[in-house]
């Protein structure tokens, strides 16, 4: 399974006073570059990593792509295009001025609203996804896990590559193991407040479900990593 790229398509069109194409031109597109990646980092409690497992990113929902309409366009969406709240409320009339800042993934901890979140659930990822299909709460209850706080890297740099993460940890603070299944993220925005799913995902890249498991004490850390090259 693949993961998502930036890639950019380029195109040169020549209209006439009716607006009727006359001619066009599409430039080459941008080259592929490294895969975006989420990892989990299993710790011991004494901060020994015990397994480390990486998967594909490649679920942005609806949401994500509606957002970045939002902002391009000056809050001019199509009504199929409006944005589906983590409640499955759908806001019909797009708010610009403060609904662009929906990126944000800061959180605090023990917040199940937004940020990265993890969960058991195993129905199919789909565009249309708006919450988490079986989300793991905070705590220490059989089941749950102990949700950090959410922190954002700042830009690494190496040669031509970019690089950013996002990280949010989970401790498990029962007796009983924990198997996470699908993890997403969960954007936000504190105007009302109103959050809304960005990106789910299920399976790694060769197409079998996520199955990390987290014993008692064992800490998860779920890292989300981007990438772009500014030479391609």
């Known amino acids: 399974m693949e ?3 930036l890639s950019l398509d380029l195109q040169l069109i020549i209209r006439d006073e009716n607006m009727q194409t006359i001619s066009s031109l599409q430039l080459p597109r941008e ?4 895969d975006d990646y989420i990892e989990f980092l299993i710790k011991e409690a004494n901060g020994v990593i015990v397994q480390k497992e990486q998967v594909p990113f490649r679920s ?3 949401n994500a792509m509606a957002f970045l309409d939002i902002g ?3 809050g001019q969406l199509l009504s199929a295009d409006y944005v589906t709240q983590s409640n499955g409320t759908v806001l019909g009339t797009p708010r610009v001025n403060y609904e662009t800042s929906v990126w944000d993934a800061v959180t605090s901890a023990g917040s199940t609203n937004s940020g990265i979140l993890v969960g058991t659930g195993s129905a199919a990822a789909s565009a249309w996804n708006y919450k988490m299909a ?3 709460t905070h705590g220490v209850g059989t089941g749950q896990l102990n949700y950090g706080t959410q922190t954002v890297d700042a830009v690494a740099i190496s040669g031509s590559l970019r690089r950013t993460s996002l990280r949010r940890t989970f401790v498990n603070g029962n007796a009983a193991s924990t198997t996470v299944t699908e993890v997403g993220l969960m954007g936000y925005q504190s105007y009302n407040p109103f959050y809304y799913l960005l990106a789910r995902d299920l399976l790694q890249y060769d197409g079998t479900a996520i199955n990390v ?6 800490t998860l850390e779920v890292v989300y990593n981007f990438y772009t090259d500014v030479n391609q």
């Open 134 to 136: 079986g989300l793991i």
């Open 60 to 62: 942005f929902t609806k």
């Open 72 to 74: 391009l366009s000056g």
């Open 31 to 34: 080259v592929e570059v490294q």
């Open 3 to 5: 993961s998502h790229k």
């Open 213 to 218: 498991t987290v014993a008692q004490n064992q």
